[in-house]
């Protein structure tokens, strides 16, 4: 649906966004990780391309339609939900009347808000005005940036809910970064870890465990080694990354020299990327 190539930004010399290269597959929901300032909230700026990074953007299809919810969503604090939704509309220039207005408002669960004032509402129901306004216009590319920020657990679920409904009934594109790695891990079908500006690994949400090891040598059966997941460090030393049933298969195949091995959730995968200088190759050696 978007393909990035060599998407870079740079302000004062300072590389925020480093080369990015990844795919966005229609239909697909992605958990965009990494620490503060990692560049995610750039990213989502390049692909709503308000900012002016080099490289390119594609887009498989003319109509692609990109709604956000980026940082704290902005509405006016003394105007009711349909107030506010029925303003932002006018500024977008979208199509907007009371069932389209009613419906979102349903759809984000907020039916009994409509009337409401913005200051009003709790921090789940402002997060949820501000899905609701992200969902105008009917896009099939959705950005959510940390869209469970300061919510409760009771309020993380319903985010959840919600996204996992929308996606049901809409085979929307979804782009989600948060912190929270364990809440994202619930819905997404792909991760994406940046680091630095960095794309530095993308890998499906398949298994709770992952197998991290040193590589001396790569099995030759190029069907085997699309399961593995190569990364190096700054001194070229090779690591793989497999799911732990893949790597049970395929830890006795003869031409896969290997040592090191450790189990890491989700979080100590996110931590040793974090701490380290691992990154992604494509290309096999
Ligand atoms: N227009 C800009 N001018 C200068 N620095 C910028 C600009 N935009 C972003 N940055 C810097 O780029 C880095 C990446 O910022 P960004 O907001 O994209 O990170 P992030 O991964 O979304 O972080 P967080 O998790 O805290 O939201 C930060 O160091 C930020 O200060």
Redesign the pocket.
């Known amino acids: 649906m978007i393909t990035l190539k060599n998407v870079s930004f740079e302000?004062?010399g300072?590389n925020?966004l480093n080369d990015i290269n990844m795919e966005l597959k229609g239909g697909k929901v992605y958990g965009l990780l990494?620490?503060?300032?990692?560049?995610?909230?750039?990213?989502f700026?390049a692909l709503l391309d308000i900012?002016e990074y080099k490289g390119e953007v594609f887009k498989g299809d003319a109509n692609v339609i990109i709604g956000k919810l980026i940082e704290y969503p902005s509405f006016y604090p003394n105007l009711t939900c349909v107030e506010n939704l029925k303003l932002h509309a006018s500024y977008a220039d979208m199509e907007c009347n009371d069932s389209i207005v009613n419906h979102l408002l349903e759809v984000v669960g907020l039916p009994d808000a409509k009337h409401k004032k913005f200051k009003e509402l709790s921090m789940g129901m402002k997060q949820r005005l501000g899905v609701a306004k992200a969902l105008m216009g009917n896009p099939n590319l959705l950005l959510l940036?940390?869209p469970t920020n300061g919510l409760d657990p009771m309020g993380m679920k319903d985010m959840r809910n919600l996204i996992e409904q929308d996606l049901k009934d809409n085979q929307r594109t979804i782009v989600i970064?948060s912190?929270n790695l364990n809440e994202v891990s619930l819905v997404t079908d792909t991760f994406l870890f940046?680091r630095n500006?960095k794309k530095i690994l993308e890998i499906d949400n398949k298994e709770d465990i992952y197998m991290l090891g040193s590589v001396q040598q790569i099995p030759e059966n190029t069907i085997i080694k699309q399961d593995i997941t190569l990364l190096k460090d700054s001194k070229d030393n090779l690591y793989f990354i497999l799911s732990e049933i893949n790597f049970n298969k395929l830890k006795t195949t003869n031409d896969f020299v290997y040592s090191d091995v450790e189990k890491l959730t989700l979080e100590n995968l996110y931590i040793r990327l974090m701490s380290t200088d691992l990154i992604e190759v494509k290309s096999y050696v």
């Open positions: 302000v004062e300072h925020i990494g620490p503060n300032g990692a560049g995610k909230t750039t990213l700026k900012i940036d940390e970064s912190h940046m500006g």
